[in-house]
């Protein structure tokens, strides 16, 4: 299986660019597998950002998480990652990604990112 | 059918001009058409205020709203062109609006868009 | 039925003058009537305020909100005219009052009022 | 703009027909208008059926549910009217729907019908 | 002010008397007042049953509640006497309301009324 | 102090007594004191009965839970205790309490009694 | 450490033997080990009984209960030996013990047990 | 990718055989492919059995569900092919499984299955 | 019976003075009497503080609240004494009081106290 | 048994160190012993951290959390202590520890620690 790379991202153009919004997309369906154990883990992620010209496309960012479906990843590379490809692709003003793992041995974790710092 | 129209939106003149208070309406019944795929969408809106002059009436918004019922409009796009026909009809101090649309393919969007910003 | 009047309000010297402190009093049970329809209107008030000199007394305030039960009055005039008789009676370092009305015509509203703005 | 009609819906066979289990399916997106006033009405419809020989597909269930966006009916005739088409098509050993609709006039009503009696 | 009527409720005819189905109408507006004290009670009317050949007019159903408004009625009694007047009126197969009061002095209490026993 | 006495309990004539309905009334606002260790308990008593002749009253009932305040029980005493009492002044078709006291040493119980059994 | 023993268990006479009611206690910090490795686990424990002669006593209850803390026991095991303990020690008509364990795995699991079955 | 097989799965002895109780194990990251899309599908399964023999043992439940992560299977199917997997290895007196799939295109599914009918 | 008196409560020294951090303290179980009525009040208290070089001992505050239970306070006076008396004793860097007292009539009422303000 | 050790914590490399980004890790199942009456204690820790060159590893986290398990230990000190090993093993950026502990005696008591101050 093929690395998750971010050319599957597309985009459209921001059809206010003239205004400062914001866009929160949330998606509780993400699955990574443990890169040591190889043991599937589940996620919830809050994607949240001003847009400049470009916006992602829904069904795109869809196929682009399920890329990490088989994917080997830890907690926060992953996370950081995620907020490289998308600040890559649709260059935003800010964004931010809240990402929330379910329990494991009694501990759950969530990573949070911020572009720019 | 025919576009929205911004001419549905009546007002009243604001009985306490001198305050600056604020008004906050949740509109859970919001629905439109993806212009794509002719599916139907729906979503809350939550319209904040601080009315200058004019208030806009409740009964009015809920006609302006049924417009959209069938009319084709993306999350983004919608959401501003709201905020633009009330900022136009009730010229307020201030506006928001946050639109929380249901899940598509796992995953919910919700768009927020401020006057002025 | 005579109009509600901030004569029913009845004031105690507040205990603590000398310390800056707030209380918040939440109303669940108010009602008054539409001007326009005759139907009635319910809905919640959370009066906060910074007492001065003197706190309003709460078996005073219940009978002076139940003078609206039979009352003609829109959202904004209502909460805006409370403020005043409260402020009015106490005359408190600052108060606000927020409005929470139930849902007419899948529409809910809310009117947050301030003193001093 | 026809009428809702039952030819809409699919089936594919039980894959175990000789268990008897339960489907239950939720559709919260719900929506028509009152024959009377024009007006929308919103609702959640809980599905809920022991299949005997075929199952109702889910996406030509939500086609059909669709076809009541833009039509005229009462919440006790459309909560029948959508028990009476689902049996006829799908045969089921029983089925039962739970209608919710949002509240209108401070009043919420939902319709249970099931079938067979 | 007169007393409540039961002429105020209207019908209209079941559109599916040959089956036996359940319609619920939850009323959380309801108010009246302590024939004692004079203070206002509030409670939330949930009504259950099922139609033979007459179904009661939501909007009717409003006004009829309404007319308890400014009217004296202990919790026990006007419970009953509402079951009363909607069975008069509808004759249905069977009926119950449950009626849920806010709390008095720390106490909150609920009656529940079938028809028939 | 004296002892809690049944005396303080007063009744009504049911207004419907040929009618077999139910009555709740939760005491969220109970009190009493454990008798070994001398520390106050707390909890919500749950009253539900079916009255035959006489319903108790509420303010009565008030006034008889709080002869408790001050006075030494244990759990299971104190509810089998106030059923004998409700019972022998009201004389029900049926009653149960369930009395729910707070957690003490990590662990919470509820006790529930049933009459007639 | 030495196993755990229902002699630890302390019993007080029933103050209400000729009637059939019921009490139930909630535990939420029950630990124990995992006997394969070594690891804590952790669970909820709701007791319900209809007591005969004896009822048995909290704090005594509390400390059979931390006996298990470092005692290795598996999930089926350690739920149906509490309830061994418990019959023998109070003779209830009646119990059951509900114990629910928190996640290991992203699986979660409990255990119910009865007396009679 | 080879099929699901449940030579996966693996039990122990029950320890407590002589006695009727239940288990209740709950999988809230259960996760399949759809066969036509080939889109991933999410649920949780509830498995609730009372055992005779044996006991699944829970970290085999865990790598037999896995099996499924890359797995065609519709909704009806797989929760039916579970519930024959898990009854063919731990022949209980009896189970069932409530699988509780998240939403697609506004609705969501779940599936009951019980053994014996 | 004697008047609340400060000298309950009891101290520890602060393990870590150097470090400015936060403790929070939750008493869901205050009660006292109204001075008027002689009615019993109930309330839950959340204390927050900053130790400077002592904490107060947990043991002796629930004691210390325990003086009230039979003793008449207003609300915004007896929320004024506990931040007095709590104060005086630890010398905290700071500290802040929310009393949360249960509906009386309908309303409900907090009171927030802060030292220094 | 031997007192809790920071040398049971193992870190491994910040996977961004350039990236300034929050880890959030709840552990619901912290236990220790009241070293006054060797009783256990239950609480729930919350800690965030701005990690710099190292991340903790969540398995290392659990086992030194484990060691507190039969460790006598005050609310205040254990969570000042657990910050200061976490600080001085991973030199974070900033950290905080909001230490929530279950209620004794109707009150409970959260601790919350930050590095730097």
Request: glycine share 4%.
């Amino acid at each position: 299986m093929t690395a998750p790379t971010r050319e599957t991202l597309e985009t459209f153009a921001n059809p206010h660019p003239q205004r400062h919004y914001e866009i929160k997309t949330v998606c509780p369906e993400f699955t990574s597998v443990c890169p040591i154990t190889g043991q599937p883990d589940f996620g919830t992620l809050t994607i949240t950002y001003v847009p400049d010209q470009l916006c992602f496309e829904l069904k795109s960012l869809k196929f682009y998480l399920q890329q990490y479906r088989n994917h080997g990843a830890f907690y926060e590379d992953v996370t950081n990652r995620i907020l490289d490809d998308l600040v890559a692709v649709t260059q935003p003003r800010r964004m931010s990604i809240i990402a929330d793992f379910t329990p494991r041995g009694g501990i759950r974790t969530s990573v949070t990112v911020t572009y720019p710092e």
